[in-house]
T-cell receptor, first 118, second 110 residues
Framework: GAVVSQHPSRVICKSGTSVKIECRSL??????MFWYRQFPKQSLMLMAT?????????EQGVEKDKFLINHASLTLSTLTVTSAHPEDSSFYIC??????????????FGSGTRLTVV | GQSLEQPSEVTAVEGAIVQINCTYQ??????LSWYQQHDGGAPTFLSY????GLEETGRFSSFLSRSDSYGYLLLQELQMKDSASYFC???????????FGQGTELSVKP
């Protein structure tokens, strides 16, 4: 149980275009979704935290107008990279807090999206 | 600021035991988790400590000392497939965001 489906797994887009990444919780309600970004050989850097029905909370240094997060339902959260540039090329991963008490409070990760901006 | 420190890389041979340490300085603490990540993949959960002591899950064990802000992941009977990056991560509060360490790249050699 507690599966998060993330799409697309890979996307290549032209500089200046926008890309939407979706994360769906398949068998639970994700009240909170975390969005991370990871550059090669580096750690996962938290970009923002979204709660269903409210505005996302962005980490310091993350442009909220560039990385639009929508969490309109308990099963879907989206990250849109607007006006993408080559420096936005990265691995983007979502993680949902299941709200179920588990050994690690149940953080389930999506499979990630490899974004390449050309 | 929040910081978690772990070694950048560790090398070991098949069948051996390896310990990956993690020290943290964070504004809050609810628990310490360990994740494994293979190249191109998503992190997968390995182990978690909220209280001091050792937690054992198969070949993997994790230890926490909250007074020392320190934990470690112990991997036993290493296999080639264990070659991956390992991250420690701190929950600042229950259900809150995870702060990740920089990761330790483990190479298991024959």
């Amino acid at each position: 149980g507690a599966v998060v489906s993330q799409h697309p797994s890979r996307v290549i887009c032209k500089s200046g275009t926008s890309v939407k990444i979706e994360c769906r919780s398949l068998d639970f309600q994700a009240t909170t979704m975390f969005w991370y970004r990871q550059f090669p050989k580096q750690s996962l850097m938290l970009m923002a935290t979204s709660n269903e029905g409210s505005k996302a909370t962005y980490e310091q240094g993350v442009e909220k107008d560039k990385f639009l997060i929508n969490h309109a339902s308990l099963t879907l959260s989206t990250l849109t990279v607007t006006s993408a540039h080559p420096e936005d090329s990265s691995f983007y991963i979502c993680s949902a807090a299941t709200g179920v008490i588990r050994p690690n409070y149940g953080y389930t990760f999506g499979s990630g999206t490899r974004l390449t901006v050309v | 600021g929040q910081s978690l420190e772990q070694p950048s890389e560790v090398t070991a041979v098949e069948g051996a035991i390896v310990q990956i340490n993690c020290t943290y300085q964070t504004s809050g603490f609810y628990g310490l988790s360990w994740y494994q990540q293979h190249d191109g993949g998503a992190p997968t959960f390995l182990s978690y400590n909220a209280l001091d002591g050792l937690e054992e899950t198969g070949r993997f064990s994790s230890f926490l000392s909250r007074s020392d802000s320190y934990g470690y992941l112990l991997l036993q009977e290493l296999q080639m497939k264990d070659s991956a990056s390992y991250f420690c991560a701190v929950n600042l509060k229950k259900g809150g965001k995870l702060i990740f360490g920089q990761g330790t790249e483990l190479s298991v050699k024959p």
